[in-house]
């Protein structure tokens, strides 16, 4: 920190450069070699040379001569690889109070990965349970695909909303969100990873305040009620109050806001954040936005902030792959492509979307189970809904005396509340839910220890269900089925009606999962087999009269692969042998080809 230029040498080629060192810039000047063997030497990185250095001290301002001998005229020419067409380079100093903003923001950068990283890593789903998985964000951390979405329509490119005929989408990686002065918005449905990127863009521009020079503040827009933007500032940075305009005029400030809405009543917050970035030119904001269906985007509000949007895709294999290895990575004996595999048919098995979040709890599912391999589709949505309410437990003050076994109660009655009401999607009025969740408390005598409003607003919050309006949901028809197949566990007459002849081809999944929870249906695989019999009697007593059995209608003679040569075999399956790359793309197809959870088919 005591110097502003350095000079070197003696390690027989040159270099030049203004960097830092110590939190301040520093000249530094390494001299090339001046051997004698390396006179007749037709090395450029090696060559023989020397530098003048002109500097002034009044205006800070260094010129750098380099010269570089040549053998084949006994001159010394200018050494153009260290600088312009005249071996010229030039540089500035920073000034004692460019020094000081710089230290400053070095200061503030450090603070905030002390002191609001670790809690950062504590929102992580690995963070506080049991699973092996790495517990911070630099090490868990997947890139997501995030692009800008341009339609274009008749020649032109337009606005998202609009008709069109065409995609052209953009692709963001980390550096391009870090570097970027522009303003945007992450759009993506609940749980796509939002939240975790803006998380991760925040270390990226504290740790890389030297390369971005732009100080990051985090905001949540939820939690922001009524206070103003400075107060924010004053507290995330731990800057005076009186400091907070001074700090904003003097350097760059990335508004990091969290969970931004547009409704009527978030006017007064919006004007705020649009009033600070005008007073301080040197501010941008980034955001995340939820969408409550793909596509969907408040594009007047957006335009308010001006806000360039960009979509946060589900994940696809190569995200997969890099979440399993990391997940992972504590696990010598882990099957990355079996894992990938695993997780792939869940997402197809479940219908449920290719969030990281849905993918971690899935992995840490896996890894619970011996082998690391996943059992019955009814243990996975029961561990994973058990994960997802445990996570939001954590926020959660009710969560140590209304357990899991008492929210799936309440979640069976509701499902089987809606069954009876039969509305599309088998939906309910969230005031018909919430008088359900009263006679629940009251049936146990509990309304005066748990506040119904609170058990089911905490539910909707845990992604257990979705509003619609005035309406509630089940958000995945697999937890629908699932808490169909839990009411059939404790109430008799509801089993009777799944299971009765007339009814059973209705509920294939309710009887799937409930057969897998007891394990202990023989009866009721007797029962089928039965029906089984009795369904196909015509057909069996047609093609089996007499002394016949299956196999006399099976092919005779020889098999094809008994007539195959091996050697011939091993070679084509080499050589048309498909790659990683091959593989992902079949992978991907796989999971945009599987029908997108649209809603609860009705039962006919």
Same mark, same amino acid.
């Given at each position: 920190?005591?110097?502003?230029?350095?000079?070197?040498?003696?390690?027989?080629?040159?270099?030049?450069?203004?960097?830092?060192?110590?939190?301040?810039?520093?000249?530094?000047?390494?001299?090339?070699?001046?051997?004698?063997?390396?006179?007749?030497?037709?090395?450029?990185?090696?060559?023989?040379?020397?530098?003048?250095?002109?500097?002034?001290?009044?205006?800070?301002?260094?010129?750098?001569?380099?010269?570089?001998?040549?053998?084949?005229?006994?001159?010394?020419?200018?050494?153009?690889?260290?600088?312009?067409?005249?071996?010229?380079?030039? /540089?500035?100093?920073?000034?004692?109070?460019?020094?000081?903003?710089?230290?400053?923001?070095?200061?503030?950068? $450090?603070?905030? &990965?002390?002191?609001?990283?670790?809690?950062?890593?504590?929102?992580?789903?690995?963070?506080? #349970?049991?699973?092996?998985?790495?517990?911070? &964000?630099?090490?868990?951390?997947?890139?997501?695909?995030?692009?800008?979405?341009?339609?274009?329509?008749?020649?032109?490119?337009?606005?998202?909303?609009?008709?069109?005929?065409?995609?052209?989408?953009?692709?963001?990686?980390?550096?391009?969100?870090?570097?970027?002065?522009?303003?945007?918005?992450?759009?993506? $449905?609940?749980?796509?990873?939002?939240?975790?990127?803006? @998380?991760?863009?925040?270390?990226?521009?504290?740790?890389?305040?030297?390369?971005?020079? =732009?100080?990051?503040?985090?905001?949540?827009?939820?939690?922001?009620?009524?206070?103003?933007?400075?107060?924010?500032?004053?507290?995330?940075?731990?800057?005076?109050?009186?400091?907070?305009?001074?700090?904003?005029? *003097?350097?760059?400030?990335?508004?990091?806001?969290?969970?931004?809405?547009?409704?009527?009543?978030? @006017?007064?917050?919006?004007?705020?954040?649009?009033?600070?970035?005008?007073?301080?030119?040197?501010?941008?904001? !980034?955001? #995340?936005?939820?969408?409550?269906?793909?596509?969907?985007?408040?594009?007047?509000?957006?335009?308010?902030?001006?806000?360039?949007?960009? *979509?946060?895709?589900? +994940?696809?294999?190569?995200?997969?792959?890099?979440?399993?290895?990391?997940? +992972?990575?504590?696990?010598?004996? !882990?099957? #990355?492509?079996?894992?990938?595999?695993?997780?792939?048919?869940?997402?197809?098995?479940?219908? &449920?979307?290719?969030?990281?979040?849905?993918?971690?709890?899935?992995?840490?599912?896996? %890894?619970?189970?011996?082998?690391?391999?996943?059992?019955?589709?009814?243990?996975?949505?029961?561990?994973?809904?058990?994960?997802?309410?445990?996570?939001?437990?954590?926020? %959660?003050?009710?969560?140590?005396?209304?357990?899991?076994?008492?929210?799936?109660?309440?979640?069976?009655?509701?499902?089987?509340?809606?069954?009876?009401?039969?509305?599309?999607?088998?939906?309910?009025?969230?005031? $018909?839910?919430?008088?359900?969740?009263?006679?629940?408390?009251?049936?146990?005598?509990?309304?005066?220890?748990?506040?119904?409003?609170?058990?089911? $607003? @905490?539910?909707?919050?845990?992604?257990? +269900?979705?509003? @619609?309006?005035?309406?509630?949901?089940?958000?995945?028809?697999?937890?629908?089925? /699932?808490?169909?197949?839990?009411?059939? *566990?404790?109430?008799?007459?509801?089993?009777?009606?799944?299971?009765?002849?007339?009814?059973?081809?209705?509920?294939?999944?309710?009887?799937?999962?409930?057969?897998?929870?007891?394990?202990?249906?023989?009866?009721?695989?007797?029962?089928?087999?039965?029906?089984?019999?009795?369904?196909?009697?015509?057909?069996?007593?047609?093609?089996?009269?007499?002394?016949?059995?299956?196999?006399?209608?099976?092919?005779?003679?020889?098999?094809?692969?008994?007539?195959?040569?091996?050697? =011939?075999?091993?070679?084509?399956?080499?050589?048309?042998?498909?790659?990683?790359?091959?593989?992902?793309?079949?992978?991907?197809?796989?999971?945009?080809?599987? %029908?997108?959870?649209?809603?609860?088919?009705?039962?006919?």
């Amino acid at each position: 920190r005591e110097f502003d230029l350095l000079f070197s040498g003696h390690i027989h080629k040159g270099s030049v450069e203004s960097t830092q060192v110590a939190n301040s810039a520093l000249f530094v000047s390494i001299s090339p070699g001046a051997l004698r063997r390396n006179l007749e030497s037709d090395s450029r990185e090696y060559a023989n040379g020397y530098r003048i250095v002109d500097f002034n001290p009044y205006t800070l301002e260094i010129s750098a001569h380099s010269r570089r001998y040549a053998p084949d005229k006994n001159v010394f020419d200018p050494n153009t690889d260290l600088g312009n067409d005249q071996g010229v380079t030039e /540089y500035q100093l920073p000034s004692s109070e460019e020094r000081r903003r710089y230290d400053e923001a070095r200061d503030l950068a $450090e603070r905030i &990965i002390a002191q609001h990283v670790p809690a950062l890593n504590q929102q992580l789903l690995s963070s506080g #349970t049991d699973t092996e998985a790495p517990e911070s &964000i630099m090490d868990v951390f997947v890139m997501p695909e995030v692009v800008h979405r341009k339609r274009i329509s008749k020649g032109r490119e337009s606005d998202i909303e609009n008709e069109v005929e065409d995609i052209d989408e953009t692709n963001f990686d980390l550096k391009d969100l870090a570097s970027t002065e522009e303003n945007f918005v992450l759009l993506g $449905e609940k749980e796509t990873g939002k939240t975790v990127l803006l @998380n991760r863009l925040l270390i990226e521009l504290a740790e890389g305040i030297d390369e971005y020079r =732009q100080i990051p503040v985090r905001i949540n827009f939820q939690k922001l009620g009524n206070r103003r933007i400075e107060s924010e500032v004053n507290q995330f940075l731990g800057v005076g109050s009186r400091e907070v305009d001074r700090v904003a005029s *003097e350097h760059n400030l990335t508004l990091l806001v969290d969970d931004i809405t547009f409704q009527e009543h978030d @006017n007064s917050r919006i004007e705020r954040l649009r009033n600070f970035a005008e007073e301080h030119p040197g501010t941008r904001i !980034v955001a #995340t936005y939820c969408q409550s269906h793909s596509g969907e985007l408040p594009m007047g509000s957006v335009r308010s902030l001006q806000l360039r949007p960009l *979509e946060v895709k589900l +994940f696809r294999t190569e995200q997969l792959r890099a979440l399993v290895n990391r997940w +992972f990575s504590k696990c010598d004996a !882990v099957d #990355t492509p079996s894992q990938i595999q695993n997780i792939v048919s869940l997402f197809e098995v479940l219908d &449920i979307p290719r969030t990281p979040l849905a993918a971690s709890m899935m992995l840490w599912i896996i %890894e619970k189970q011996e082998g690391y391999k996943p059992k019955s589709k009814a243990t996975m949505v029961e561990n994973f809904i058990e994960r997802l309410l445990q996570k939001h437990a954590r926020e %959660e003050a009710l969560s140590g005396q209304f357990d899991f076994t008492n929210k799936v109660f309440l979640l069976s009655g509701l499902a089987h509340q809606m069954l009876k009401h039969s509305e599309p999607n088998y939906r309910i009025r969230y005031s $018909e839910a919430l008088e359900h969740c009263k006679e629940h408390l009251r049936g146990r005598e509990w309304q005066d220890e748990f506040p119904a409003r609170q058990i089911l $607003e @905490n539910l909707i919050e845990a992604g257990i +269900f979705v509003e @619609n309006g005035n309406h509630i949901r089940f958000r995945f028809r697999c937890f629908f089925e /699932y808490f169909l197949a839990k009411r059939m *566990e404790h109430d008799r007459e509801f089993r009777e009606f799944v299971l009765s002849e007339e009814r059973y081809l209705a509920f294939p999944s309710e009887i799937e999962y409930y057969t897998g929870i007891k394990r202990s249906c023989t009866s009721i695989l007797r029962e089928f087999s039965i029906r089984l019999e009795d369904l196909y009697s015509d057909i069996h007593d047609h093609l089996l009269d007499g002394d016949k059995t299956c196999d006399d209608y099976l092919e005779d003679g020889p098999s094809r692969v008994s007539a195959m040569d091996a050697n =011939q075999a091993l070679a084509r399956i080499a050589e048309d042998r498909p790659s990683e790359e091959d593989l992902d793309a079949l992978q991907d197809e796989r999971l945009e080809l599987a %029908e997108r959870e649209q809603g609860i088919a009705q039962r006919e």
